[in-house]
C-alpha cells in the first residue's frame, strides 16, 4: 500500500481519497487546539499560503489522545482555527494517532518514519512531510516549528 491507498474523513464526515493529494507535496499534522503548540497554526498558514500554488497541502487531522486537548466538535475546533488563526487548509476529522483505534492512514505514516521515539506520536503537532509520488520523507517532532521545514518543503516543490 501507499499513502494514496488511504481514505479520511474531512470536517464534515465526508469521505475523502487521498488519491487527489496525487503530485503534491503535502504536510500532515496532527493539531490540537488547546496546547502549548497551537501557535503553531500561524505558521502552517503562512506556509500555506506562500507554498499552495506551487502545488503544497497541508492537511489538518485533529487529536484529542494528548491531554484532551482538542475536545471540540469539528465545527468548534474549525470556527477557533478560522476565527483564530485564519486557517484556509483542509481540516479533517478528528482522530488518534497511536493505539488500537488509530486512523489507518497514520498506522501507515508512523510505518514509514518510526522517529527517534519509536513508531508512536509523541504529541500534537507532529508533522508528516510527504513528497509528490507519496513518498513520506520526513517526520518533524512537535516542537520544531513550521518554518523550521521550509527549506525541505521548498526542495521537495
Do not use: H
Amino acid at each position: 500500500m501507499n499513502i494514496y491507498d488511504y481514505k479520511v474523513k474531512d470536517a464534515n464526515g465526508n469521505e475523502v481519497s487521498m488519491e487527489i493529494y496525487k503530485d503534491k507535496v503535502l504536510l500532515i499534522v496532527n493539531t490540537a487546539t488547546g496546547c502549548g503548540f497551537t501557535p503553531q497554526y500561524d505558521e502552517l498558514q503562512d506556509l500555506y499560503e506562500l507554498y499552495e500554488e506551487k502545488g503544497f497541502e497541508i492537511l489538518d487531522f485533529p487529536c484529542n489522545q494528548f491531554a484532551n486537548q482538542a475536545p471540540g466538535s469539528a465545527e468548534e475546533i474549525a470556527d477557533f482555527c478560522n476565527s483564530r488563526y485564519g486557517i484556509t487548509f483542509p481540516q479533517f476529522q478528528k482522530i488518534d494517532v497511536n493505539g488500537v483505534n488509530a486512523a489507518p492512514l497514520y498506522t501507515y505514516l508512523k510505518s514509514q518514519k518510526g522517529g527517534i521515539l519509536g513508531s508512536n506520536v509523541k504529541w500534537n503537532f507532529t508533522k508528516f512531510l510527504v513528497d509528490q509520488k507519496g513518498n513520506v520523507v520526513g517526520r518533524f517532532a512537535p516542537t520544531t516549528k513550521p518554518n523550521a521545514i521550509k527549506q525541505e518543503i521548498e526542495k521537495l516543490l
